[in-house]
């Protein structure tokens, strides 16, 4: 076997290209945006004739419906899954032989209910093993996406499957998980994104919990918050996702005409947060073209809302990509131009405030409200005394409990959050937002006091 990863960072996640004997090739947990994996395969002039889920995502929309359309590849689908997809349901036990690669399909349930993880094996090889989430490198996993009375379930399924499903599996397994250090779907710290089963049994955190009662008290508590649009992915994998020959790509807009759609539109402002800063369209909702950008996207922007972009030096079918990665197939257009032709055409602009750690400083001592939006984790560890935290995440639904009557600095790791933060607050009609250019450590560099 040939095994290429790729990994998309944003999302933490990685898909595998297995190269197996006779220029075939399959594919494990391949996202929407296909088109690196048919040029990596041409490349080989490997085909790839098979494509291995191991769950319904939550992070993103599977692109094993794009694979079959394109290459007529064959979807091998975990049964308990019901996907809509033409497809072989594959069950626990299950084997099956691809061009002198055995794959064994392994019950690993506990990340969702149909999770299953497949063993490949060769002759001369030691056994992979493509595990989803149900063991990743330095964790596992979270089991809190389907419903709130179905975690502790899944919880408990996920400690059997850590402690059972590959057991008889030797410490020279590979291990290649799908979730990784940097996902939200998943529990875990490890920077690397394969290892060994004999590496993960001598320091996962999560096999060296051997009560399943204080697993079930304790795993819960290691997830991080989980992004909105998680809990509507699920079901958009079980259907038959839209193929992106079908999906109109967004026009180039003149500025007038961008101006006549953004009533019924969100604007989606991807330049970097100082552009965004300098002049942006009056509601705009700033998040910058970065890895975690399909992330913040799905997190802040409503489900199936239509979208307008402001790109700048963002590369368009890029920002088009990530955006269809998590479901967003509504695109109203995008400003040709920038907003250098929208001021060019006398249509609103405002600015935002970015200030340094002693300006901010100097704010804060006049009464101005600092306010956190990093996650829970974050904060604990270290924050500027007295900040509100309210986590990105959550606030456009608590802007109510921020206070009106005061100027408001925003501040996250380095800013861009940030940035999507004061346009939260714009948007909610708050007058006097600043932006804390460099985020914490900016303001930790410059020697001012922290707390945890």
Known sequence: MNIIPFVHEGLGNSSYLVGLGNDTALLVDPDRSVQRYLDAAA?????????????LHADFVSGAHELAAAVGAKLFLPRDA????????????????????????????????????YVARTA???????SGGSLIVGGAARTDLITPDMTERLTRAQFRTLTTAFSALPDETWLHPTHGGGSFCSAGSGGERASTLGQERASNPVL??????????????????????????RAFNQDVPRLRRDIPSPPRLS?????????????VDARPMDAYARA????SLSIAFRDAFAVWLGWLVPEGAQLLFVT???????????????????????????????????????????????????????????????????????????????PLGEL?????????????????????????????????????????????????????????
């Open 43 to 55: 490349d080989r002039r490997w085909r790839i004739e098979h494509v291995l889920e191991t769950h």
């Open 82 to 117: 019901h996907s809509r997809l033409p497809h072989e349901p594959v069950g626990a036990l299950a084997r099956f032989a691809f061009d002198g690669v055995e794959i064994e399909a392994v019950g690993t349930p506990g990340h969702t209910p149909e999770h299953l993880s």
């Open 124 to 130: 001369s090889q030691p056994p992979v093993l493509f």
């Open 208 to 233: 060296g919990v051997e009560d399943e009662d204080d697993f079930v008290r304790w795993f819960p508590g290691t997830f991080p918050a989980a992004p909105a649009y998680y809990f509507r992915m």
């Open 255 to 267: 500025a007038r005409d961008f101006d006549a759609l953004q009533r019924d539109a969100v604007i």
């Open 280 to 283: 942006h369209i009056p509601g």
């Open 312 to 390: 700048g030096d963002a590369p368009v079918e890029r920002v088009i990509d990530e955006s269809l990665l998590v479901g967003y197939e509504r695109f109203g257009g995008v400003l040709d131009g920038g907003i250098d032709v929208w001021e060019a055409a006398w249509l609103p602009v405002t600015d935002s405030r970015m200030a340094d750690a002693a300006e901010v400083r100097g704010s804060l001592l006049a009464g101005a409200t600092a306010l956190d939006v990093r996650e829970r984790d974050e904060y604990a560890a270290e924050h500027i005394p007295g900040a509100i935290h309210v």
């Open 396 to 452: 456009a639904r608590r802007v109510d409990e921020l206070p009106d009557d005061r100027p408001i600095v925003a501040y996250c790791g380095h800013g861009e959050r940030a940035a999507s933060a004061t346009s939260l607050l714009e948007r909610a009609g708050h007058k006097v937002v600043t932006n804390l250019d460099g985020g914490m450590g900016a303001w930790r560099d410059a020697g001012f006091a922290t707390e945890r």
